[in-house]
């Protein structure tokens, strides 16, 4: 299985960005997918999750900002983040799996950096 995540970058605070995880040697379209993020110096950070159902579900500190989608073509999944503020700063990661249970133990990408000034 292999996971490349892009589109990271750096913005102004309220400024957008659209991150993108292919998943390769893998079953998306019926897996569930994580984006999760870690700041400098923090563990790291579930923050939303879709399932093969479409089902989506979000931390509470990203919730009305951020919006996961896949497409299942492609095998892709994406995270529109709107509004970013700085406390968003971090390496954004896509992992498999829906859940925020054992997430440093799933596989996950490499990683993108997201970076927001005030």
């Known amino acids: 299985v292999r996971l490349v995540e892009s589109g990271g970058g750096s913005v102004q605070s309220g400024g957008s960005l659209r991150l993108s995880c292919v998943v390769s040697?893998?079953?998306?379209?019926?897996?569930?997918m994580t984006w999760a993020r870690q700041a400098p110096g923090k563990g790291l950070e579930w923050i939303s999750g879709?399932?093969?159902?479409?089902?989506?579900h979000y931390a509470d500190s990203v919730k009305d900002r951020f919006t996961v989608s896949r497409d299942n073509a492609k095998n892709t999944v994406y995270l529109q983040m709107n509004n970013l503020r700085p406390e968003d700063t971090a390496v954004y990661y896509c992992?498999?799996?829906?859940?925020?249970?054992?997430?440093?133990?799933?596989?996950r990408g490499q990683g993108t950096q997201v970076t927001v000034s005030a």
């Open positions: 992992v498999l799996g829906g859940t925020a249970l054992n997430l440093s133990r799933r596989t």
């Open positions: 040697d893998f079953p998306f379209s019926s897996s569930a």
């Open positions: 879709i399932y093969k159902t479409f089902e989506t």
